[in-house]
């Protein structure tokens, strides 16, 4: 059995920032790309970042040089720092993880999602 649970949604105004953190647990062998996506009022779900567990990146044209991810893989976290925010960033955000499963190969998993409201 494989959780994410994630943490670090709020309300902020226009401009401020908040970091969202999601922790991997359960039994399994290692945790391979996590990532945060995104899925506004009315929209389909969108891939906001992701990293690698050797920590390459990437991340939509719509975050780049405001929403910065990382991975502490001693603790099967990933974060997502989110500055400059802006009311269309609004959204409930999600986080996934690739984990290699013991004798059952690698499993795609979802947080149960965590919402940012950006309004004054």
């Known amino acids: 059995q494989v959780q994410l649970v994630e943490s670090g949604g709020g309300l902020v105004q226009p401009g401020g920032s908040l970091r969202l953190s999601c922790a991997a647990s359960?039994?399994?062998?290692?945790?391979?790309?996590m990532g945060w996506y995104r899925q506004a009022p009315g929209k389909q779900r969108e891939l906001v970042a992701t990293?690698?567990?050797?920590?390459?990146?990437d991340y939509a044209d719509s975050v780049k040089g405001r929403f910065t991810i990382s991975r502490d893989n001693t603790k099967n976290t990933v974060y997502l720092q989110m500055n400059s925010l802006k009311p269309e960033d609004t959204a409930v955000y999600y986080c996934?993880?690739?984990?290699?499963?013991?004798?059952?190969?690698?499993?795609?998993?979802w947080g149960q999602g965590t919402q940012v409201t950006v309004s004054s």
């Open positions: 996934n993880a690739m984990v290699l499963r013991y004798n059952m190969g690698l499993g795609n998993y």
């Open positions: 359960g039994n399994f062998f290692s945790v391979n790309n």
């Open positions: 990293v690698s567990s050797g920590g390459s990146t």
